[in-house]
C-alpha cells in the first residue's frame, strides 16, 4: 500500500498515512483528516470537480508515483496564480491518484517572489549570505 507523507509547514506537523493503491488523494486527504483547503475555501470549493484550484497540494516528493494530470487540470493550471513558480510540482488532489509513495505540502500559501518561507522572517533569509545589505 502506498505511503502518503502529508506535511504542514505552518504547523511543523507531518502525518502518513497508508492508502490503497489508485485512492484519490482529495478523497485520502478527506478520510484521514488532513485540511484539503485553506480556511477561505472550506465552503468555496468546487467539491472535487477540478474547477476551483483550491485543492492544490505541492508534491515534494514522488511526482512519478502519481497519475498524470488531465486536461482539466492543465488547462486550470494555465494562468493560475497558484501554479506560477511551482510549475514542476503543483496538483490538484481533487485530480490526481496515487500510484505509490509521495510527500506532500496540503494547502499551501501563494509565494510568487519565491521567497524561502521558512527562513521569509529574518533578514537573512531575504538578504542570504553574501548578500546582505
Ligand atoms: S476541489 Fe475544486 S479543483 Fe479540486
Do not use: W
Request: net charge positive; with cysteine.
Amino acid at each position: 500500500m502506498p505511503k502518503i507523507t502529508f506535511s504542514k509547514i505552518k504547523d511543523k506537523e507531518k502525518k502518513v498515512a497508508e492508502v490503497p493503491q489508485g485512492i484519490n488523494l482529495r478523497e485520502a486527504m478527506i478520510k484521514h483528516g488532513v485540511e484539503v483547503y485553506s480556511p477561505l475555501h472550506k465552503k468555496l470549493n468546487c467539491n472535487g470537480k477540478g474547477l476551483c484550484g483550491s485543492c492544490r497540494v505541492h508534491v515534494k516528493e514522488g511526482m512519478e508515483n502519481c497519475s498524470a494530470p488531465g486536461a482539466l487540470e492543465k488547462l486550470r493550471a494555465l494562468g493560475s496564480f497558484y501554479a506560477i513558480g511551482h510549475e514542476e510540482e503543483v496538483r490538484l488532489s481533487c485530480q490526481m491518484t496515487v500510484q505509490g509513495d509521495i510527500k506532500i505540502e496540503e494547502t499551501p500559501d501563494f509565494n510568487l517572489h519565491g521567497v524561502d518561507r521558512k527562513a521569509k522572517n529574518t533578514r537573512a533569509g531575504y538578504f542570504p549570505e553574501g548578500e546582505a545589505r
